[in-house]
């Protein structure tokens, strides 16, 4: 029984792109928990590359292939469009998935995706890093605690910078593929920051998009919304990635007894008549792109011990849905120019 607690998990790996040198070096950081058997990418020489990280470990182009490694979990690190069918197909053949944001481009596969995954008994998570932030925690203790009194308002800004080497490639910057802009892509993780600390539905949502400065792509470059959950709270939100740099993101909430505040991944927390509180990022620094953060590792741990113990992720796949609701909002609002409505 410790035997076979303590035995390697076997990883497979779909998509060998950007993000994937990040994943390499959660790897290698648990190399005495796992074992990775085989990557692919629709692009062999990814795949190649990725794995001479990890001897012994294979490279391939198909999923099929990939299933024949028997791995036990499968990490998805693909263009949007993908995400829906490829996790599908794992869970039916018995992998449990940990999937990249967004869960999915469409709501009725995301919930295709979960049904799957009630079904096969395999776990499915998907990757919303920045929950981990300890900040983040500290804020939605206290929100849960009361000790901040009354939430009344919350804002948050991305500003960021995707040159035009970002969006070429056969997948970015086009709404069948990628599914959206500047929301889809990047400031889903405010939103889901935001819903996540709230703890509430949306329930209206009024949103602008537009393209200024990339014309070249399809989908939006600026956002910005007006969100209301369930409790009255407004929630006013902007996103761009026609900034000259990657600044870091700023969420505020504002309370009936003070401030909480996310910059990149510290949280200050201003209470009324007390000497502010800053909370630094404990988390080891990883090396991917800055703008990545660096709790990755913190989320693929906790799926690793939810598939050792048999017990649930910490975030259960059912949230993505209600991000992604969030953003497909902000579109149908801006697209149909009339206040979205649950
Ligand atoms: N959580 C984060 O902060 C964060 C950061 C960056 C990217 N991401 C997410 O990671 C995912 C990948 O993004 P990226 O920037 O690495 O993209 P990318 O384009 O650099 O990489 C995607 C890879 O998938 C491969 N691919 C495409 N079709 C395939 C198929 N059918 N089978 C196998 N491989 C296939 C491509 O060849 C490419 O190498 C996306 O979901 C993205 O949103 C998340």
Redesign the pocket.
């Known amino acids: 029984m410790e035997a076979e607690k303590r035995k390697r998990l076997r990883i497979g790996v779909?998509?060998?792109?950007?993000?994937?040198d990040?994943y390499q070096e959660v790897f290698r950081i648990l190399k005495e928990q796992i074992e990775v058997v085989i990557a692919?990418?629709?692009?062999v020489e990814?795949a190649e590359r990725f794995v001479e990280s990890f001897p012994g470990c294979v490279s391939a182009?198909?999923?099929e292939e990939l299933i024949s490694y028997k791995p036990e979990i499968v990490h998805?690190?693909?263009?949007?469009f993908?995400?829906a069918q490829?996790t599908i197909t794992c869970l039916q053949a018995g992998i449990h998935v940990l999937?990249?944001?967004?869960i999915a481009i469409t709501l009725s596969s995301a919930r295709d995706m979960i049904k799957v995954a009630d079904q096969t008994g395999r776990k499915l998570a998907v990757?919303?890093?920045?929950r981990f932030i300890e900040g983040i925690t500290e804020i939605k203790r206290q929100m849960l605690a009361n000790e901040l009194g009354e939430l009344k308002g919350v804002w948050s800004t991305l500003h960021w910078f995707r040159p035009a080497s970002y969006y070429a490639?056969?997948?970015?910057g086009r709404w069948e593929t990628e599914g959206g802009g500047v929301v889809m892509?990047q400031a889903i993780?405010s939103l889901d920051l935001v819903r996540y600390v709230i703890g509430k539905k949306v329930v209206s949502i009024q949103a602008h998009i537009d393209r200024r400065v990339r014309t070249e792509i399809e989908v939006e470059d600026v956002a910005d919304a007006v969100i209301t959950f369930e409790n009255g709270v407004r929630y006013s939100f902007f996103a761009t990635n026609y900034h000259v740099t990657n600044s870091p993101i700023e969420i505020e909430f504002l309370f009936e007894k003070g401030t909480a505040k996310l910059v990149g991944q510290e949280v200050i927390i201003q209470k009324q008549g007390e000497e502010e509180l800053r909370i630094r990022p404990k988390g080891r620094p990883l090396m991917?792109?800055s703008?990545?953060?660096d709790y990755?590792l913190h989320q693929i741990q906790d799926f690793y011990e939810a598939v050792r113990q048999d017990k649930q992720p910490h975030f259960a796949p059912t949230d993505a849905v209600e991000t992604l609701e969030m953003v497909l909002g902000i579109y149908q609002s801006a697209k149909e120019n009339k206040i979205w409505k649950k």
């Open positions: 779909i998509g060998c792109g950007r993000i994937s990040l692919i990418d629709k692009r990814r182009t198909s999923v998805i690190l693909t263009p949007h993908l995400h490829q999937v990249e944001k967004p990757i919303s890093q920045n490639c056969d997948w970015k892509d993780h991917g792109l703008y990545w953060g990755h």
